[in-house]
């Protein structure tokens, strides 16, 4: 079966615009996590969905950062007025459940702030 | 100090030794342990999965957990050099908590 997608799979963009980054989880999984990767931080926490409901969203760096879950599906992560120390790999992740059942993983999308 | 603290490597070994990957942490209310396997360029995969102290096999995969000393090891036996990845060591505070706890992960090349 389908995995989780993310789109887009890279992204350049010039500080002070705002990025959108889509995940599709797999069909049935109930939990969507964001994560932030960095070059020799390994995986940061943003923020976790249960359906649509948003329960912890202490991971997010700031205010320009948010996201949005929408039929129980889909989920965007929106980085306004982006700044360089954005750049970082953003994954998605999902699980049946929640947080103890097993989370697989997009590809991720690679976000670049020139 | 980071909650979870893994060497971040790289490490080369070849092909058919033992690989030992460890990580240590300061909280000890970790309850669940993971493995993930990312290869370049793409998103981790779940290797192991361990649940308190204790050891548990996969094939070539053993995952180790010693809640006194709050250290955990991955070891991979016969390595080949389809292992070659980058490592992350992975917890959870307690079911029901939202997230996963990361190391920064150990880069691993198994040199034919």
């Known amino acids: 079966g389908a995995g989780v997608s993310q789109s887009p799979s890279n992204k350049v963009t010039e500080k002070g615009k705002d990025v959108e980054l889509r995940c599709d989880p797999i069909?049935?999984?109930?939990?969507l996590y964001w994560y932030r990767q960095s070059l020799g931080q390994g995986l940061e926490f943003l923020i976790y969905?249960?359906?649509?409901?948003?329960?912890?969203k202490s991971g997010l760096p700031s205010d320009r950062f948010s996201a949005e879950r929408t039929g129980g599906s889909v989920s965007t992560l929106t980085i306004q007025r982006t700044q360089q120390e954005d750049s970082a790999v953003y994954l998605c992740a999902s699980s049946f459940a929640g947080p103890s059942e097993t989370q697989y993983f997009g590809p991720g999308t690679r976000l670049l702030v020139l | 100090q980071k909650e979870v603290e893994q060497d971040p490597g790289p490490l080369s070994v070849p092909e058919g030794a033992i690989v030992s990957l460890n990580c240590t942490y300061s909280?000890?209310?970790?309850?669940?342990f993971m493995w993930y396997r990312q290869y370049s360029r793409k998103g981790p995969e779940l290797l192991m999965y361990?649940?308190?102290?204790g050891n548990k096999e996969d094939g070539r995969f053993t995952a180790q957990v010693d809640k006194s000393s709050k250290y955990i090891s991955l070891f991979i036996r016969d390595s080949q050099p389809s292992d070659s990845a980058t490592y992350l060591c992975?917890?959870?505070?307690?079911?029901?908590?939202?997230?996963?706890?990361f190391g920064t992960g150990t880069r691993l090349t198994v040199i034919p």
């Open positions: 909280n000890s209310a970790f309850q669940y």
């Open positions: 361990t649940y308190s102290s």
């Open positions: 069909s049935g999984h109930t939990a």
């Open positions: 992975a917890m959870i505070l307690q079911t029901g908590a939202n997230n996963l706890f």
């Open positions: 969905f249960q359906g649509n409901s948003a329960p912890d």
